[in-house]
Nanobody, 119 residues
């Protein structure tokens, strides 16, 4: 059974960097058929795709966030990490990690990490 778990701070100050880690069990992040994504949902709004990292470690970003976002991975820990720089209150959201599997759908999700940008 594939499981994803987000970890990171619940509160970050404006202008700082939000760092979140997704720990994966039951699957390897180096499996060629899988892609690993970060998705967020601000309060009262829909889901927003932030970016994806593939089995080779190549990352792809939402054009609206590319200047502030980095996704990296640690294959020895089977984890991938999101960094969002220069946060503002508009970055307040529940942040999810998810797997896009062979069906091209997000078939496994973490429970989400509420992150609030506030001084």
């Amino acid at each position: 059974q594939v499981q994803l778990q987000e970890s990171g701070p619940g509160l970050v100050k404006p202008s700082q960097t939000l760092s979140l880690t997704c720990s994966v069990s039951g699957a390897s992040i180096t499996t060629n058929t899988d892609y690993w994504a970060w998705i967020r949902q601000p309060p009262g709004k829909g889901l927003e795709w932030m970016g994806t990292i593939d089995a080779r470690g190549s990352a792809y970003y939402n054009p609206s966030l590319v200047s502030r976002t980095s996704i990296t991975r640690d294959t020895s820990k089977n984890q991938f990490t999101l960094q969002l720089r220069s946060v503002t209150p508009e970055d307040t959201a529940v942040y999810y990690c998810a797997r896009e599997g062979i069906t091209a759908a997000y078939d496994c999700w973490g429970r989400g990490n509420q992150a609030t940008a506030s001084s």
